[in-house]
């Protein structure tokens, strides 16, 4: 017969005594000192949430728990590495061993530990984003298939529709419907596609970044050893920003924290933004459905704004039927200075407005590097770019490129650029690599052939038809070298350049919307900019001067300081909602808060993406420490239909009108 022994409670590491109750306000002390059960820590915008989350697990840690039974989750590195410094300053002798990273290197040096019974040959390799792209390629070939037949979408947008399907559990004509709605006829073939790249990943010994987390669920609810092992080795489950979770990394958490139910999940409902990227905000809402005993836990203290940024913030996500009760208090006293309401004409007017504000703050003080403008999409950051540049304002933008440095612009200016000069080999050489099977060697044969008949194209009323009735174009691009050429010959009718605004919404019709819905995996932002392009063109009926608008304000420095003396690295930030999340500036600039706008077009007639828009809104307000600015244009240029007037959002319309001041613009001049 067996004997039994009994392990003791280990005793508290040395050294670690911490005053809880000193360290923490009276709601985090609750979340953090709570017992052993699932939890839900609803943590308000700025309320110290890493925090709460850094003092729960050296609470743990001091009350015997091993450092190797803790599982700390978190959806990037930069955070992992930021809590475990953390823990590691709270409990220097006692943390070594916490399991913590994000979801994915978790499920990596799971699968690792367990390959076999995962299905995986020990010594897996891991595809990054090129390989992946790769491999599909090869998927297509022994398919039967050209992966550069245009009526197919390339490698990278596969890959999306693929990784989106993975991370929600839709069936890939599900994902279609949603997102890619053009490639709907082509179903049955990108099931076909996938099942050939799982195929092909297996017989490689390979797994993709979503194979990290998917193979590890499916290795969870096999039950086996590797299952029953994980269970019963993380004690404490702890998962950071927990409403950004998606349908997979749920159960993931839920599988993991099967045996001993110590889940602490942290996060806020009002800041749920991602569904478009497949993130569930039912899993924070529905969490005390799935664990009926868990506590629910407010942190509510804000420690970042002022009370008149929090009133208005409060106010704004009022509206929303789904979401927990809370309200955000101020920790700092008030100044009496409250966010600003401004009504502008239109865009350019909204930039003028935008900078001349943030020069006039840097003169009081606050640097550059202190201030943000936030928006919904990168599209609605054109004329403000244009507007910084032309001051010298340095600024950096987190929610993509500049907007003319942009590959999608740059490939319709280049239309443009050949039509209003037909000797622009590189402009033509971009337009020709554009089309499937033409790579550098054959536009170059091509841009030499047209060179030679270069005389002919310029003969009034010959058009560039003529100049390249002989040229040799690969079979494969026969039939889309057509159709380049009746495009340039619409945008430069008898020789003489369209006006830019006709002449992209030629190219965008017969040419580049095609190829851009094949080759961006976001096409519908990509078209905004291009919309948001020709709009702006408007302003020109010259095409040459057009251009030559954008080639001075993509060449303007920068870099260069407003003052002798002054910080090279004092920037202002342009950045999307989205990217702006988890971030937080002095002054903040919320622009183009317009019904279609902000809220997008999009999301207005659905009830669910409009709460997400409102979510979003409130996301951007709470970024702000002590100055909010929100602004409208009334116009907006519209090609083709004249000025478009616009309504303020809804998300203005439902502020109590005493949580902002409304500022008068008028002209000085």
Known sequence: MARTYTLRKPAAPAGLRIDYTAS?????CAAVVAQPGPALVIAGAGSGKTRTLTYRVAYLLENGVLPSQ????????????EMLDRVSALAPEASAGIWGGTFHSVGNRLLRRHAPEAGFRAGFSIMDREDQEDLIKAVFTSAGLNPKDKRYPKAEVLGDVFSFAVNTGRTIEEVLALKFDYFLDLAPEIRRLQKLYEERKKSANCLDFDDLLEKTVRLLRAGGPAAEWCQRQFQFVLVDEYQDTNSLQAEFIDLIAKHHRNVMVVGDDAQAIYSWRGAVVANI???PKRYPDAKVYRIETNYRSTPEILTLANAAIEANTKQFDKTLRPAREGHDLKPALIELNDGTQQAVFVVQRMLELRDEGTELNEMAVLYRAHFHSMELQLELTRHGVPFTITSGLRFFEQAHVKDVASFLKFAVNPRDEVAFKRIARLLPGIGGVA?????????????AAERPGAGFAVAFKDAKVPSKAQKSWGQLLVTLDEISPGGNAAPPAKAIETVMTAVYDDYAKTKFPNYEARREDLNTLQNYSRQYDDPAEFLGQLALVSALETESALTPGSDDNERVTLSSVHQAKGLEWKVVFVINLTDGGFPSHRSIDVKESLEEERRLFYVAVTRAGEELYLTWPQLRLNAGYGDLYQRPSRFIDELPADTYEKWEIERGW
């Open 443 to 455: 536009a170059d044969k091509l841009w030499r052939h047209f060179e030679a008949q270069i005389g």
């Open 285 to 287: 809402l529905e969490f």
């Open 70 to 81: 803790v599982l700390l989750l978190t959806f990037t590195n930069k955070a992992a590495r």
């Open 24 to 28: 923490l306000n009276e709601q985090q």
